[in-house]
């Protein structure tokens, strides 16, 4: 079993459509997660982080997070074609020693 | 805030030469940096961890006399590929801790070819 699961995609959504990108997650101990977002051909960039359980918003995105079901899932709303690229979940374990990544997950927004 | 840089962003050499590649954070102390490698269109896969001071942690199949990592300053990491081959041809990202929650905050990549 992987530390962090996502489903590989593609997720294709309509222009002004809410995207739901979601992430499962092994290590119950886990503190810290993340949400990356990686162009194509370009390095991973942070867009949001998450610690407690429930919603965590900044503009267009929302964290939400589930300790008891080990579940992390990342909301776009109002989807831009701009937002098309491979978001990447990760997840930091106890005291912060090993930081998992998953594989994945690529969304294209349609104009 | 949290900037990490990366030198140089792009390198040719040929095959059987050396080429370091240097990660710095420019806005933090860094203690821990990390060392990825990402084919096209697969995920990335951590190299290394690099802990200032000391000697890196390298993960399972990565060969540490291959690849040489020192993290000399809090701010510097360099990762050298000695004697490469065409198949080290990749894409090299560097990342750095941050001080928060342990987020890691990402240099913009080398891309190597080896010909």
């Not at chain 2, 990660?23 to 084919?39: E, G, H, I, N, V």
Request: aromatic letters at 12%; hydrophobic letters at 30%; glycine letters at 8%.
């Amino acid at each position: 079993q992987k530390e962090v699961e996502q489903n590989s995609g593609p997720l294709s959504v309509p222009e002004g459509a809410i995207a739901s990108l979601n992430c499962t997650y092994s290590d119950r101990g886990s503190q810290s997660f993340f949400w990356y977002r990686q162009y194509s051909g370009k390095s991973p960039e942070l867009i949001m982080s998450i610690y407690s359980n429930g919603d965590k918003e900044d503009g267009r995105f929302t964290a939400q997070l589930n300790k008891a079901s080990q579940y992390v899932s990342l909301l776009i709303r109002d989807s831009q074609p701009s937002d098309s690229a491979t978001y990447l979940c990760a997840v930091n374990g106890y005291n912060f020693n090993k930081f998992y990544f998953g594989s994945g997950t690529k969304l294209n927004v349609k104009p | 805030g949290a900037v990490v840089s990366q030198h140089p962003s792009r390198v040719i050499c040929k095959s059987g030469t050396s080429v370091k590649i240097e990660c710095r954070s420019l806005d933090f102390q860094a203690t821990t940096m990390f060392w990825y490698r990402q084919f096209p269109k697969q995920s990335l896969m951590l190299m290394a961890t690099s802990n200032e001071g000391s000697k890196a942690t390298y993960e399972q199949g990565v060969e540490k006399d291959k690849f040489l990592i020192n993290h000399a300053s809090l701010t510097l990491s360099t990762l050298t590929v000695t004697s490469a081959h065409p198949e080290d041809s990749s894409f090299y990202i560097c990342s750095a801790r941050g001080l928060v929650r342990g987020e890691q905050y990402f240099g913009p990549g080398t891309r190597l070819t080896v010909t």
